[in-house]
């Protein structure tokens, strides 16, 4: 008995040592935990497991690849050396004077080392080789990622035009080449280094018996000398190839010019020709003692063109006085590589130009087209919207709205823009005494709803909305089934799902709805070890000690989107406005995301806000459903080769445009930020004639209004418009231009939402000679309105805040329109912006209303009314027919006067009849404001 309780206690020891040490080494690797399960949630754990291992894929295989070829050439070298193994007779003199036991030591030491290096030693071939295939291999490493787009990266098809290389070459090999030449190099001189002492000790001990080396060995070394000189070869070749990168002539163009391909690159080929006769007139003298004079004389050259490749003062010389003087002639073409480059990489080489040349005669406001224009343009400022929403729709404290989207939906079978934004849970706004872990975890996981509006709002009038409340209700036909969000914009920290303790969904009187989680997002935490892994990772003990979850309970975390895409795809670089989408379902958010390089030939890098590019394409467009946090990645950009060697390397991660949800596909736009990127550049290279770049004669700028002292850049926004294929009316981006330095505008840029316009850019180029204000002169012309101005005073002296909002600019019809909402804010401490009145100008008379068909109808009658004054007072005098011939104006008469014709035509009689010029005394003087009769 005692027995058998020794062995019970001995087994339960060891279980609990056992699972002591398990608990011990999970807690070690509990970030790997859970980010296993965090993957697995998602549908991604093959892809988790991928990128885990590549890295050490890459590692290992560079790595192997490469101590192959070292340990092969140590290996080789043996088959020379090493048929002995008594020390050399000149040994004694090498341990002279020094004491017996150190003369002993010595020696041991000497032979030991000999036989291992002459005999091949595994013990040192093997490290040996293992350290210089690391040195080549770590970088590739580090950069893992970059290593493996450049074995699956396709071929673009594009040749780049100096070298003739495709262009994937320099977006995907020429950053490879360039980050091991150096430690190949370095690689192979050390390998070279180390045999070449191991042949001369062989060759010393050999020269000490009277023998000679093996032929073999000589060969071996030349092979080496041969493979280092190809190494640098390659490396001035590549250096020819990095011209294309030139930063020498900006800011007037990039890549390279006259001066680099003319100077420079000749003497990168010279250098590379003599380098090349170095080494075989090197290997020559080595096994023939032939050649010395040729080695001599091809290292002078190769210094001599080496350094002038190195100097400044040769292409500075050639700059100057051969480019600069005749500079548009001599860089003409690089200039035009430079153009055709830059707008191919910003995606702008099919950008389409139609010709606008605007009027002031506006069209009927009875024309239905007109009426659909004004029904979409958005009159509300995105910033004003969100305080409004949350003022009028927040409902509760710990809610908090989500920046406002613009989008377009179909209400009442009419397709129209609208507003939206998401209700969204914020646990920094509940109650201080409401600010414990089980609320904040476990009864507050959610928020709950959106609010829907119309872009064309009225002065004056309540707000219309398409979707308010909590529930969500529409008088529009709108339904969400699922309106909880789980994932959004917001600060999260994480959730449990469903819990004993039961959610807080949503307030109803006095009494709250209680909801229990049933979607599938978050990982499962049922049992107590994950329980532990997680109270561990988080830091809170109450995710294990807590006795409020169940077998259905699930940890949710990463809620916020832009962390969870950063955490799965952190090689695309996010658009800055995910958006949100409502379908009859349940809601959820797209986030645009870009593929960019900065390593595209001969095109201009411009910074995005996070890094240089000079290569961009919106290739994804990421789904994330808000209630389950499901991701989802759809190519959008087959074509690019980036994206396309990214889903090679990723083949479980992204699907096809066609697989996405037609409710989704739908409410997809084009983006702002590669819009207004795309506009920025541009606005320099639509100078496509080499003349007019080089002279910047037509740069563009986007517009700006000045408020005091502040100018404010007017950026890209969202109108539904029939400028991409009229009738039809289409969901876009517009971006108006101005003249670099000017005011007034120059062109209006627009890009489509809707399929099958999705991204074609279009600009409607104003014409030079004619103008058309600008937004800052617009703004002019509001200020300088006697009417508003009196209409702004009054407001402001009951005590109301009076703000001008953001000017929209648009065409209708052949007329271009500005319009600027006007708000009121109350002077008290809740200030709830109330769109007030809506000004409108067609470039030379301003109206200010409460509606945009009030305005419009208004700005129509003071056009008219501005014609007619135009007409009556600088019309003709006095009516009648033309008067022919010459004529100049009598300031006696007050009327034109017949000029003499200074040859009369020969005729019979006149071909029209002619009334005698009236005596001056015979003609009263025309009334101030009288019509003024021409005299026939």
């Known amino acids: 008995m005692a027995r058998l309780k020794r062995w019970l206690l001995i087994l339960g020891a060891g279980f609990v040592f056992i699972n002591l040490v398990v608990i011990i080494l999970a807690l070690l690797v509990a970030d790997f935990l859970v980010d296993f399960w965090w993957y697995d949630s998602l549908g991604y754990l093959f892809y988790f497991i991928q990128r885990l291992l590549y890295k050490y894929v890459v590692l290992i295989s560079v790595t192997f690849a490469f101590f192959l070829f070292f340990f092969l050439n140590f290996w080789v070298a043996s088959r020379y050396v090493g048929t002995y193994e008594q020390e050399p007779d000149d040994y004694e003199d090498l341990i002279a004077g020094e004491s017996s036991e150190l003369k002993e030591k010595a020696r041991k030491t000497y032979k030991d080392l000999v036989r291992m290096f002459l005999t091949g030693s595994l013990w040192v071939y093997t490290p040996f080789s293992l350290i210089l295939a690391v040195i080549i291999a770590w970088p590739l490493f580090e950069q893992w990622e970059m290593f493996l787009l450049y074995l699956f990266a396709p071929s673009t098809g594009v040749a780049e035009s100096t070298f003739g290389k495709d262009i994937s070459?320099?977006?995907?090999?020429?950053?490879?080449?360039?980050?091991?030449?150096?430690?190949?190099?370095?690689?192979?001189?050390?390998?070279?280094?180390?045999?070449?002492?191991?042949?001369?000790?062989?060759?010393?001990?050999?020269?000490?018996?009277?023998?000679?080396?093996?032929?073999?060995?000589?060969?071996?070394?030349?092979?080496?000398?041969?493979?280092?000189?190809?190494?640098?070869?390659?490396?001035?070749?590549?250096?020819?190839?990095?011209?294309?990168?030139?930063?020498?002539?900006?800011?007037?163009?990039?890549?390279?010019?006259?001066?680099?391909?003319?100077?420079?690159?000749?003497?990168?080929?010279?250098?590379?020709?003599?380098?090349?006769?170095?080494?075989?007139?090197?290997?020559?003298y080595i096994n023939a003692r032939k050649g010395l004079k040729f080695l001599i004389s091809f290292t002078v050259l190769f210094l001599v063109a080496f350094g002038l490749r190195h100097s400044t003062l040769l292409p500075k010389l050639v700059q100057e006085y051969i480019v600069k003087p005749n500079e548009i002639h001599r860089e003409r073409p690089y200039i035009e590589r430079n153009i055709e480059a830059t707008l191919a990489s910003f995606n702008l080489d099919n950008v389409e130009t139609r010709e606008f040349s605007p009027s002031l005669l506006m069209p009927d406001i009875e024309a239905p087209r007109i009426k659909a224009e004004l029904r979409n343009i958005p009159v509300w400022d995105g910033e004003l919207l969100e305080d409004v929403f949350q003022q009028l729709q927040q409902l509760r404290t710990y809610y908090q709205f989500s920046p406002v989207d613009v989008a377009r939906y179909y209400v009442n079978n009419v397709y129209q823009q609208v507003f939206l934004s998401a209700r969204e849970l914020d646990h920094a706004m509940l109650p201080p005494g409401a600010r414990n872990w089980i609320n904040e975890h476990l009864s507050y996981t959610h928020g709950y709803g959106t609010v829907m509006v119309p872009a064309s709002q009225g002065g004056d009038e309540p707000m219309t909305w398409f979707i308010r409340g909590i529930p969500p209700e529409s008088d529009f036909g709108l339904q969400i089934n699922q309106p909880a969000i789980y994932y959004g914009l917001g600060k999260y920290h994480y959730a449990i799902a469903p819990n004993?303790?039961?959610?807080?969904?949503?307030?109803?009187?006095?009494?709250?709805?209680?909801?229990?989680?049933?979607?599938?997002?978050?990982?499962?935490?049922?049992?107590?070890?994950?329980?532990?892994?997680?109270?561990?990772?988080?830091?809170?003990?109450?995710?294990?000690?807590?006795?409020?979850?169940?077998?259905?309970?699930?940890?949710?975390?990463?809620?916020?989107?832009?962390?969870?895409?950063?955490?799965?795809?952190?090689?695309?670089?996010?658009?800055?406005?995910?958006?949100?989408?409502?379908?009859?379902?349940?809601?959820?958010?797209?986030?645009?995301?870009?593929?960019t390089s900065k390593m595209y030939p001969y095109a201009m890098p411009y910074h995005t806000g996070q890094k240089w590019v000079n290569y961009i394409r919106n290739s994804v467009k990421i789904v994330v459903d808000a209630y389950d946090g499901n991701v989802d990645f759809y190519i959008f950009e087959p074509d690019d080769p980036i994206i396309t060697a990214y889903s090679r390397i990723y083949p479980s991660l992204f699907k096809r445009m066609a697989d996405m949800p037609p409710e989704l596909l739908t409410q997809v736009r084009y983006p702002m930020d590669i819009f207004t990127l795309q506009m920025n550049v541009y606005s320099k290279y639509q100078q496509r004639d080499p003349e007019v770049f080089y002279q910047q004669e037509d740069k563009w700028q986007f517009p700006k209004v000045y408020r005091g002292e502040d100018q404010v850049k007017i950026t890209p926004y969202y109108l539904t418009l029939n400028l991409v294929s009229p009738p039809r009316f289409d969901f876009l981006l517009l971006c108006p231009m101005s003249p670099k330095g000017?005011?007034?505008?120059?062109?209006?840029?627009?890009?489509?939402?809707?399929?099958?316009?999705?991204?074609?850019?279009?600009?409607?180029?104003?014409?030079?000679?004619?103008?058309?204000?600008?937004?800052?002169?617009?703004?002019?012309?509001?200020?300088?309105?006697?009417?508003?101005?009196?209409?702004?005073?009054?407001?402001?002296?009951?005590?109301?805040?009076?703000?001008?909002?953001?000017?929209?600019?648009?065409?209708?019809?052949?007329?271009?329109?500005?319009?600027?909402?006007?708000?009121?804010?109350?002077?008290?401490?809740?200030?709830?912006?109330?769109?007030?009145?809506?000004?409108?100008?067609?470039?030379?008379?301003?109206?200010?209303?409460?509606?945009?068909?009030?305005?419009?109808?208004?700005?129509?009658?003071?056009?008219?009314?501005?014609?007619?004054?135009?007409?009556?007072?600088?019309?003709?005098?006095?009516?009648?027919?033309?008067?022919?011939?010459?004529?100049?104006?009598?300031?006696?008469?007050?009327?034109?006067?017949?000029?003499?014709?200074?040859?009369?035509?020969?005729?019979?009689?006149?071909?029209?009849?002619?009334?005698?010029?009236?005596?001056?005394?015979?003609?009263?003087?025309?009334?101030?404001?009288?019509?003024?009769?021409?005299?026939?």
């Open 169 to 284: 070459y320099f977006l995907f090999s020429y950053p490879i080449y360039t980050l091991v030449v150096r430690r190949l190099l370095l690689a192979f001189l050390i390998l070279f280094a180390a045999l070449a002492v191991l042949y001369l000790v062989e060759r010393r001990i050999l020269a000490s018996r009277e023998q000679k080396l093996a032929r073999g060995a000589r060969w071996h070394l030349s092979a080496l000398i041969l493979v280092a000189f190809f190494i640098e070869i390659w490396h001035f070749i590549l250096q020819a190839h990095g011209l294309v990168y030139s930063t020498t002539h900006q800011p007037l163009f990039f890549g390279a010019g006259f001066t680099e391909m003319n100077v420079v690159l000749p003497l990168i080929w010279l250098s590379l020709l003599f380098l090349m006769g170095i080494a075989f007139s090197l290997l020559t």
């Open 500 to 595: 004993d303790t039961g959610e807080m969904h949503f307030p109803k009187g006095a009494t709250n709805v209680i909801y229990h989680y049933t979607g599938t997002g978050g990982v499962p935490v049922s049992s107590l070890f994950k329980k532990l892994i997680f109270a561990y990772y988080f830091g809170h003990r109450d995710v294990f000690f807590t006795t409020k979850t169940n077998p259905d309970s699930r940890i949710l975390f990463r809620q916020n989107i832009l962390e969870r895409i950063g955490n799965i795809a952190h090689f695309l670089t996010l658009d800055r406005d995910p958006y949100l989408v409502v379908t009859d379902d349940r809601l959820y958010w797209i986030q645009d995301a870009y593929t």
């Open 742 to 936: 000017r005011d007034n505008l120059r062109a209006i840029a627009i890009a489509g939402c809707d399929p099958p316009f999705y991204g074609q850019i279009i600009i409607y180029d104003l014409p030079k000679g004619e103008l058309i204000h600008g937004p800052s002169q617009i703004n002019a012309l509001i200020d300088q309105d006697t009417t508003i101005a009196q209409q702004f005073t009054l407001w402001d002296q009951i005590g109301s805040e009076v703000s001008r909002g953001k000017m929209i600019i648009l065409p209708v019809g052949d007329v271009v329109l500005y319009i600027q909402p006007v708000y009121l804010k109350a002077a008290g401490q809740l200030k709830i912006p109330e769109l007030k009145r809506l000004i409108m100008s067609q470039g030379q008379v301003v109206v200010m209303e409460r509606s945009l068909e009030e305005a419009y109808v208004a700005l129509q009658e003071r056009t008219d009314a501005e014609m007619e004054r135009i007409r009556t007072r600088f019309g003709p005098i006095i009516e009648g027919p033309p008067v022919p011939g010459p004529t100049r104006f009598d300031p006696l008469l007050d009327v034109p006067r017949i000029l003499p014709d200074p040859m009369p035509p020969v005729m019979d009689e006149p071909p029209f009849p002619v009334e005698p010029i009236p005596d001056p005394e015979e003609v009263e003087p025309a009334e101030v404001g009288e019509p003024v009769e021409e005299v026939p």
